[in-house]
Antibody
Framework: QVQLQESGPGLVKPSETLSLTCSVS????????WSWIRQPPGKGLEWIGY???????NFNPSLKSRVTISIDRSKDQFSLTLSSVTAADTAFYFC???????????????WGQGTLVTVSS | QSALTQPASVSGSPGQSITFSCNES?????????VSWYQQYPGKAPKLLIYEGGKRPSGVSNRFFGSKSGNTASLTISGLQTEDEADYYCSSYTGTNTLVVFGAGTKLTV
């Protein structure tokens, strides 16, 4: 049973860079689409993007200019960086394992518990 | 970019069947039903209930059933239980710029 665990600062100052890491245990980091999804408190889910073990990435166009997602296969970890943050980036950030269907759709079957990142000075 | 529309809330009584709708503005759902459904309890991570329209991951109760009609995907819960009280989100593949889109979620009250 794969398990995911987010780690990183819970408080980031405006205009700075948010950095989170997800540690994967109980399964290989190969094959799947390792994704980040966020949820502002009391609101809905927003897909941020994914990194595939082959090196391919894809991001939500609304965040694309500020987002990087990378995989460290040697550590079974993947990371998120989001630059130039504002209060609107305050949210619970979830790391997830995604699968892609033959038709292109994604589903996320394993999730970290989520970590709250607050953007405030 | 297509949008997924979900009702804000639904309610039901124990033992009943209840259906959540997820309407997509473009024609993607009508073509393949690529929708996934997630259940989320307060303060917890979402859990995958249905993928590719109607498939259930191992361990998910067969009380959860996914389907589609035209541009509307649906999640039906049969034999409603108090533990089903949660938020339910649909997600789909747009095939365009944003690969993954979520609906705003429906709050189920039992």
């Amino acid at each position: 049973q794969v398990q995911l665990q987010e780690s990183g600062p819970g408080l980031v100052k405006p205009s700075e860079t948010l950095s989170l890491t997800c540690s994967v245990s109980g399964g290989s980091i190969s094959t799947y689409y390792w994704s980040w999804i966020r949820q502002p408190p009391g609101k809905g889910l927003e897909w941020i993007g994914y990194a595939h073990y082959t090196g391919s990435t894809n991001f939500n166009p609304s965040l694309k200019s500020r987002v990087t997602i990378s995989i460290d296969r040697s550590k079974d970890q993947f990371s998120l960086t989001l630059s130039s943050v504002t209060a609107a980036d305050t949210a619970f950030y979830f790391c997830t394992r995604g699968s892609r269907s033959p038709f292109g759709s994604f589903s996320f079957d394993s999730w970290g518990q989520g970590t709250l990142v607050t953007v405030s000075s | 970019q297509s949008a997924l529309t979900q009702p804000a809330s639904v309610s039901g009584s124990p033992g009943q069947s209840i259906t959540f709708s997820c309407n997509e503005s473009s024609s993607d759902i009508g073509t393949y039903n690529l929708v996934s459904w997630y259940q989320q309890y307060p303060g917890k991570a979402p859990k995958l209930l249905i993928y590719e329209g109607g498939k259930r991951p191992s361990g998910v109760s067969n009380r959860f059933f996914g389907s589609k009609s035209g541009n509307t995907a649906s999640l039906t819960i049969s034999g409603l239980q108090t533990e089903d009280e949660a938020d339910y989100y649909c997600s789909s593949y747009t095939g365009t710029n944003t690969l993954v889109v979520f609906g705003a979620g429906t709050k189920l009250t039992v």
